[in-house]
């Protein structure tokens, strides 16, 4: 499944009933979308200090997905994530921070 593939599938889920879909109740409470995703990073960011390939990969992956249910649940779409990535490829990281 690419990121693409799993942006489509929340965007379905948007229309599910929230008591038979995890994805449409998260979407249907953003502040709760918001706090999944916190609490995805910082398990991420958990295991990647372990030094646990493996978890780190599923940790990853429960991230990935919770940011992105936790953007759609605000109308951020993942075009325009991939807009806004895309006009940052014109200067370096370094200038990019700097003019933020």
């Known amino acids: 499944m690419t990121i693409a593939d799993l942006?489509?599938?929340?965007?379905a889920r948007a229309g599910a009933d929230p008591d038979t879909s995890w994805?449409?109740?998260?979407?249907?409470?953003?502040?709760?979308?918001?706090e999944k995703?916190?609490?995805e990073a910082v398990?991420?960011?958990?295991?990647a200090v372990r030094?646990?390939?493996a978890k780190l990969t599923a940790e990853a992956a429960d991230a990935l997905y919770h940011?992105?249910?936790?953007?759609?649940?605000?109308?951020?779409?993942?075009s325009d994530i991939?807009?806004?990535?895309?006009s940052r490829q014109k200067q370096s990281g370094i200038e990019e921070k700097?003019?933020?």
């Open 67 to 78: 940011l992105l249910v936790m953007c759609a649940a605000r109308g951020v779409t993942l």
């Open 82 to 86: 991939e807009a806004e990535l895309a």
């Open 98 to 100: 700097a003019s933020r």
């Open 51 to 53: 030094n646990d390939p």
């Open 23 to 34: 994805t449409a109740r998260l979407l249907a409470d953003p502040g709760k979308a918001a």
């Open 7 to 11: 942006a489509a599938t929340i965007a």
């Open 37 to 39: 995703f916190g609490e």
């Open 43 to 47: 398990e991420a960011i958990i295991e």
